[in-house]
């Protein structure tokens, strides 16, 4: 669920309310009956209508979801053995995307490589370290509400280079008249050493002009191929069924020629600048910002969804299954985020890269949870093993947040662009970070039990925080579950058939693990801490056909996992931002708009036959307690 989605259905039925509103006072106006209320009043009081359901709409969801994705980023990084995070360059403000120069210059003043900043600068940074502004991007304006605000989010976004390194290209979006529209701008280099200075050459927005960009749906970043071809990701716009359209640029993974004219190969060419189909290669996509391209010439797509992500090849005129739903997320790909983790950007590792153990490995820039992870990849047989973290946060932030936004891949190492903001809005200096082969640690990776739940996929079989499968129980509903359970004469009935059960290896040790969760002296809360770490490292210890598999977790694993889900109680688990009971009213207007309908109705002729009575009633309200504090002081 997204708070858009919720403005959106908002005003649908605050104007329901408000024509039913009038439609009883034109009855009432035109009847027998006196009407109660005065047209003059109509108006301010059918504005407040209207803004009603809005505003508490937005109570329910701006402030809160905000503060809550505010508190996961964190500002410290904890880096898988094998690799070094250090920070590359500064003095930059909103860097999203980087472009790496392939033959850059040898002097201490030459170009390294370009970033964009969402804000519309294009810096660059030199050999010798220093960051100078090149160019500006004059169409991109100031958002309304800067980030974290999702406002903020319009902007540049894509940065990238021909093979020669002789032209730069940008994507962005920005406000045109009332609506917001996509565009790719194509620049040159005019400096007297290469792109230290930059000219725009051309602004094309031609095939983009029919559609509406939306907020955080929007064109996302490019990259050049050898043959000279651009290919871009565009967000659907907040509207699923343009991604399915032909003669719509939103949804879709599109291919230019550099002089962004057509490529004949395109599965719907048509030869003119102005058609949008002509340039569509896959449809379908809901967020495609991640693109990137393999040694064998596979292009692969990480698209965003409502709740769950996804990782697709590229097909030439495939039209993806995205129907604004979180199973649609789930056809025809290679690989299901269980939860969001955000995939900002991602970039292939060849198999003769520096960076040994990501050879052959799709990384990708998760924004939600500010971190990388690689995906071993196949062109032929797809993912080939189990997606690692490679660099994760360490601790949440009370006082700000960041987004990991771009990647580039230099000859030794990862380039990593990402934002700063405070949580409660304003930007702060962001630098751009790089990742680099070099042991830090003798110790493996460690992980938080929230951050286990990530890791080892347990949303693919589990629901928590209201986000994941029902193939296996709710944890959210964890502790009252097993309340349950262990007084059931089910359970103990199971305790005594496993104490037969002798095939058990290490059958005793279990026995006596068993006997205890069947102790009526104990309490729920000391039998949980039993249970769940037994559940943890022998899955079928109380049943041997269990489907939960063993994942294989070390002891300190499972002690973080166990403090981690005893501690969840179903009170205070927060679905999506809110809390339970928030969650609750607002998915019942999402789901049942039948419901949402008929109060809208019944609002509104109420309003429209006692309006004049309720106001009087809220005045006569307001001067008792406008009286109450005059006798009290």
């Known amino acids: 669920m997204y708070y858009n989605n919720f403005i959106y259905v908002s005003c649908f039925y605050s104007v329901i309310l408000l024509f039913c509103f009038l439609l009883a006072a034109f009855i009432f106006k035109k009847g027998s009956v006196r009407m109660p209320i005065s047209y003059k009043r109509i108006l301010p ?71 964009s900043e969402l804000r519309g600068h294009i810096r660059a940074k030199l050999r010798n370290g220093n960051v100078i502004q090149i160019g500006e991007d004059e169409d991109i304006s100031k958002p309304r509400k800067e980030l974290p605000d999702f406002q903020g989010e319009m902007g540049q976004t894509g940065a990238c280079l021909t093979p020669d390194d002789k032209t730069l290209y940008t994507t962005a979006v920005y406000q045109q008249g009332w609506g917001r529209s996509n565009k790719i701008t194509r620049w040159k280099s005019i ?164 960076l040994t153990a990501l050879r052959g490995h799709l990384v990708i820039a998760a924004s939600h949870i500010t971190s990388l992870l690689a995906v071993p990849i196949d062109d032929r047989k797809g993912v080939i093993g189990e997606p690692w973290w490679v660099v994760l946060p360490t601790k949440y932030e009370e006082e700000r947040r960041q987004d990991f936004t771009g990647l580039a891949l230099g000859e030794d190492g990862i380039y990593i662009s990402h934002i700063r903001m405070r949580k409660d809005g304003g930007l702060l200096p962001a630098p751009v970070l790089k990742l680099i082969p070099g042991k830090i640690s003798a110790e493996k990776m460690k992980y938080t039990g929230e951050q286990l739940v990530e890791v080892k996929g347990c949303r693919s079989c589990h629901t928590l925080g209201g986000v994941g499968s029902n193939v296996a129980p709710n944890l959210d509903q964890i502790r009252s579950r097993l309340d349950e359970t262990f007084k059931s004469a089910d359970f103990l009935k199971q305790i005594k058939e496993m104490e037969s059960y002798s095939e058990e290896p290490e059958h005793e040790k279990w026995n006596g693990v068993r006997a205890k969760l069947a102790d009526p002296n104990l309490s729920t809360k000391e039998k949980l801490s039993i249970y769940i770490p037994s559940k943890l490292q022998n899955p079928r210890f109380l049943n041997p056909i269990s489907g939960m598999p063993n994942m294989g977790l070390s002891q300190e694993e499972i002690e973080s996992l166990k403090e981690f889900l005893m501690d969840i109680s179903e009170d205070s688990v927060r679905y999506q931002g809110l809390e339970k009971w928030e969650y609750n009213i607002v998915k019942q207007f999402e789901q049942n708009p039948r419901i949402s309908l008929v109060l809208s109705l019944l609002i509104g002729i109420l309003f429209g036959i006692y309006g004049k009575g309720i106001g009087s009633a809220f005045r006569k309200g307001f001067l008792w307690i406008q009286s109450r504090i005059r006798k009290g002081s």
């Not at 640029?249 to 599109?254: A, F, H, M, P, Y």
């Not at 409502?306 to 790909?333: C, H, Q």
């Open 191 to 354: 400096g007297a050493k290469p792109w230290t200075k930059i000219e725009k050459l051309e602004v094309f927005d031609a095939p983009f002009r029919g559609d509406t960009a939306g907020l955080a749906h929007q064109i996302g970043h490019c990259f050049v191929d050898s043959n000279y071809h651009i290919w871009v990701g565009t967000g659907d716009g907040q509207s699923w069924t343009s991604s399915h359209k032909k003669d719509s640029t939103n949804g879709k993974l599109l291919r230019f020629k550099s002089d962004f004219t057509q490529v004949e190969s395109n599965p719907f060419y048509t030869g003119k600048k102005t058609d949008a189909q002509g340039y569509i290669y896959s449809l379908g996509l809901r967020n495609p910002f991640a693109i990137a391209k393999s040694e064998g010439g596979e292009v692969y797509i990480a698209d965003n969804g409502p709740e769950i992500d996804r990782l697709v090849k590229a097909s030439r005129g495939m039209d993806f299954p995205w129907d604004n739903t979180n199973p649609s997320m789930t056809y025809n790909n290679m690989m299901t985020f269980p939860k969001s983790i955000g995939p900002a950007d991602m970039i292939y590792v060849p198999k003769n890269h520096k």
């Open 45 to 115: 009081v059918g504005i407040l209508i209207l803004l009603l359901p809005q505003f508490t709409y937005a109570q329910f969801y701006s402030n809160k979801g905000i503060q809550k994705n505010a508190n996961e980023k964190n500002a410290e990084w904890q880096v898988r053995e094998g690799f070094t995070l250090v920070e590359d360059a500064g003095n930059f403000t909103t860097p999203v995307s980087i472009a790496l120069l392939k033959n850059p210059g040898p002097s201490p003043d030459d170009v390294i490589y370009i970033v």
